[in-house]
């Protein structure tokens, strides 16, 4: 039996529980410090065991799964490596950066152990068990930082548990991850933060911002909806690397005041034009680093009954619903849903329903 121990089962632990529980020959045990955390993740079938005690969890373990804020990472490694741990014991993370935990886990001696750093580049702006799922790293990258002395066999041993969770495997250097992560997601999320606050402010003056955000900049700036302590420690553990980057996007931001204050039209366009060059060579619908919304609009008549209507002639031809929202009314139509999807195909089925039913949808 290989038994897999998860110390954090929120959000991405509570996913990777899902993916391999029931699978052949494997025993997933949740850890928490807190007892009603524990009667939780049993409750709700996440895991087949869980305790609070940190030496039963690791006890005999062949897999460790660190899944907590970055911020906690190198504690729970210096703990584990004062137990005695199953001989070959991987223990792997999830975190958001790879420099630090993994130079952690270079200084000390896990005893019968090897750590490989990992982190599923596929999640949300949710957290906690509640939102866990075990579809969450379908066809997303899987990065894993191994240091080279990691013996070829132990870190297969790793890649092969992985293809449960379905997604694709892409082995990187710890610094360099950092570098293109924190380009392509710490920032991202730094900027839609600062956008949305500086929103808020004008908001304070007049809520008719707040009104006219609906919609398109409620998308745009979805990830600064994301969880604060999580985000806290992910910044504040890639800071040299997001202050060089921001200085860069300091730049960009001046190189656009400048053109404006020259009335540079043909400046305005080239950079629409470079951006857009760049943006068409990305991947399509491909799940990156931030997740893509598959999301449909329903125009909903005013009667009882319509909501379990569109939710069961969807769940009759097994397409799954990941969130569902109740849109304010739009004077001439009764009411909205948001529909959200897990992925393209479900999208695209759902809207092929729907449309067979007669409802008039927008995206
Ligand atoms: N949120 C996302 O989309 C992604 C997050 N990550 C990384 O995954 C890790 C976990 O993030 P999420 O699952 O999103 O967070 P989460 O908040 O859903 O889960 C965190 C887990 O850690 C536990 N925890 C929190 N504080 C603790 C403490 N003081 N002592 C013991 N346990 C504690 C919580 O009980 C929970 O089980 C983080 O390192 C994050 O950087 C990686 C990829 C995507
Ligand atoms: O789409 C989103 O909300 C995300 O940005 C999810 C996410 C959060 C943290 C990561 O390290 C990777 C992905």
């Not at 900027?191 to 003056?205: F, G």
Request: glycine fraction near 6%.
């Amino acid at each position: 039996m290989t038994k897999i121990t998860i110390f954090g089962v929120g959000l991405i632990g509570g996913s990777l529980a899902l993916c391999f529980k029931d699978k052949p020959n494997i025993k997933v045990v949740g850890h928490s410090n807190n007892p009603e955390s524990v009667q939780k993740y049993l409750e709700k079938e996440v895991v087949d065991e869980a305790t609070t005690s940190i030496e039963e969890a690791a006890l005999n373990s062949d897999f460790i799964f660190l899944c907590v804020p970055v911020g906690l990472l190198e504690d729970y490694l210096i703990k584990l490596s004062q137990l005695p741990l199953k001989k070959n014991c991987i223990i792997t993370d999830v975190g958001s950066t790879k420099e630090s935990i993994t130079s952690c886990a270079r200084s000390i001696s896990l005893q019968n152990g090897y750590f490989i750093g990992g982190h599923p580049m596929a999640g949300s702006e949710r957290s906690g068990v509640d939102a866990a799922s075990s579809y969450l790293f379908e066809n997303a990258f899987y990065v894993l930082t191994p240091d080279p002395e990691i013996p070829d066999h132990i870190y297969q041993k790793l890649e092969d548990l992985l293809t449960y969770t379905k997604s694709q495997i892409i082995k990187v250097d710890a610094s360099t991850h950092d570098d293109i992560v924190g380009a392509i997601s710490h920032l991202p999320h730094i900027i839609a933060v600062s956008l949305v606050n500086q929103i808020s402010k004008y908001n304070d003056q007049n809520d008719l911002y707040e009104r006219l955000a609906a919609g398109g900049f409620k998308d745009l700036t979805r990830i600064a909806s994301g969880d604060p302590v999580i985000w806290r420690d992910i910044l504040l553990n890639n800071k040299n690397i997001l202050l060089h980057l921001l200085n860069d996007w300091q730049q960009e931001i001046s190189k656009f005041a400048d053109l404006l204050k020259m009335d540079d039209g043909q400046g305005v366009e080239d950079q629409f034009k470079f951006a857009s060059d760049f943006r068409s060579k990305l991947p399509e619908r491909r799940k990156g680093a931030i997740s893509s919304l598959f999301d449909v609009y329903v125009d909903i008549p005013d009667h009882p009954g319509v909501i379990g209507h569109i939710t069961s002639e969807l769940g009759n031809r097994k397409i799954s619903l990941k969130n569902i929202e109740i849109i304010e009314s739009r004077g001439e139509v009764p009411g909205i849903l948001r529909l959200s999807f897990r992925d393209e195909e479900d999208l695209e089925n759902a809207v092929y329903v729907l449309k067979e039913l007669s409802y008039s949808v927008h995206f």
